[in-house]
């Protein structure tokens, strides 16, 4: 399979600073991942950025990566584990979308 680039994808992504806080969606701009990328990795590649910028990470739960411990239960676009049938948040690539979607 061909690696591509995906330019630019939104993600949208829920912030509560605790459990007494309002909470609300905030979207975030990740550009030029690899369609090779997993889901988790985008989060990571997200995560260094907010870090330099003082921002606080986007916090989720993982241990393996390997599709084997299924700590990564994320809810994507509606779903557990996203689009994918059959797989672990981890095992979710950026190829299963598309350039310019909001995730």
């Known amino acids: 399979m061909t690696e591509k680039i ?13 459990a007494k806080s309002q909470g609300q969606f905030v979207t975030y701009t990740v550009e030029n991942i690899s369609t090779d990328t997993s889901f988790l990795e985008t989060l990571d590649i997200l995560n ?18 390997e599709g084997i411990c299924g700590t990564c239960s994320l809810y994507i676009n509606g ?24 995730i």
């Open 6 to 18: 995906l330019k630019k994808i939104y993600l949208k992504v829920w912030r509560q600073k605790d």
């Open 48 to 65: 260094n950025r907010l870090l330099k910028e003082g921002e606080d990470p986007i916090t989720f739960d993982h241990d393996c990566r």
């Open 79 to 102: 779903r557990p584990h996203g689009p994918g049938t059959d797989i672990t948040t981890c095992q979710l690539h950026m190829r299963e979308f598309k350039d310019g979607e909001t």
